[in-house]
């Protein structure tokens, strides 16, 4: 029987944390009498976190691996964790215990029975750092909000919930785990909502997001505005500043020629206006041209979803 419940976590060294952490989901998981499955993604972890993968799925089934060669980021282990996941409600969390497992049985409700396609936790008390971490996520979050018209507090939350439909029809890449809901939004999903989530501080290890996401933050911000609106058309972007950087050079040309030929004005080139004119018309091709060609290598780069795995485990 297909689980009701797919657990996807990815990790990155975090072999102390992994054995309490699967046994809490396991014992909220008995206690509501969900079919479950846990999914570790190990994303080229350093420590023994693959070994405690495989001892803790060979003692339970619905306890699932899948290993990276090397390290290929957050997204990335996402992707795979969600092409897996046979639930009718899909779960992400961190592999920390940053997260509480508690929480699972109001979101799988909040999904399966109030119907919401996304449920994106928040972490409203939030037990780390202030100044590296707080206060670069409230900024963050809030032009993520301006961007995409969501109405969210905490947009990259490990905590989230999904309908199956979701996980299915969103691509996650890149560096997009960030902006899942907005992705979710984009591929046509509207009821997506939020719920407070406890949050714990760290109990082993340490955290491996640390001080660059002030300037990963920032530019996130750029990419995310960028993206949302045209990772998809390039050309709308570019061809736009260079249609009208064309076509504003070429009026300003137009204008001199005029000048030039029916009023006499003898020279052309000595004009500062001319240089303006000409550059603009040679900066509008280039932009143009620059759209043209990423509208054509966003169609046809097909491989950036491939990442090498190493070993699946209680997995096809
Ligand atoms: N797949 C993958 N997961 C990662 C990576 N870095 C961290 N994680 C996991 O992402 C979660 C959150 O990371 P953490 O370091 O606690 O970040 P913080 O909670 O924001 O301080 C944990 O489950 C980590 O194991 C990575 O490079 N790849
Ligand atoms: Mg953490």
Redesign the pocket.
């Known amino acids: 029987m297909a689980p009701n419940i797919s657990l996807v976590i990815s990790l990155l060294n975090e072999e102390e944390s992994l054995p309490e952490l699967t046994d809490w989901i396991v014992k909220v998981c008995d206690k509501n009498n969900f079919m479950y499955e846990i999914i570790l993604i190990d994303d080229g972890s350093t420590d023994t976190s693959w070994d405690v993968i495989k001892k803790i799925s060979s003692e339970n089934n619905n306890v699932k691996g899948i290993k990276f060669m090397k390290n290929y980021g957050k997204s990335a282990a996402i992707y795979e964790g969600f092409a897996a996941a046979k639930g009718d409600v899909v779960i992400t969390m961190?592999a920390?215990l940053?997260d509480n497992p508690e929480e699972i049985p109001e979101l799988y409700e909040m999904i399966m029975k109030d119907g919401f396609d996304m449920v994106s936790g928040w972490k409203k008390k939030r037990y780390d750092p202030i100044l590296s971490k707080n206060l670069p996520s409230k900024l963050f979050n809030f032009t993520a909000r301006m961007v995409s018209g969501l109405k969210l507090h905490d947009f990259n939350c490990?905590l989230k919930a999904y309908s199956n439909k979701v996980v299915k029809n969103i691509e996650v890449y890149g560096e997009m785990h960030r902006y899942i809901p907005i992705l979710a939004k984009r591929a046509g999903f509207k009821k997506i909502g939020e719920k407070i989530v406890k949050h714990q501080e760290?109990k082993y290890g340490k955290?491996k997001f640390g001080l660059e996401r002030f300037i990963n933050g920032f530019l996130d911000l750029l990419s995310i505005t960028f993206i949302t609106r045209f990772a998809k058309r390039p050309m709308h972007f570019f061809g736009t500043i260079g249609s009208i950087s064309f076509f504003g050079g070429l009026l300003i040309l137009l204008y001199l020629s005029i000048e030039k030929i029916f009023f006499g004005q003898h020279s052309m080139t000595s004009r500062p206006l001319f240089f303006l004119g000409f550059l603009a018309v040679i900066f509008g091709t280039q932009l143009f041209l620059t759209g043209l060609l990423a509208d054509l290598v966003s169609r046809t780069s097909q491989d950036r979803n491939k990442y090498n795995v190493d070993e699946k485990i209680n997995l096809k």
């Open positions: 961190d920390d940053q490990g760290r955290s």
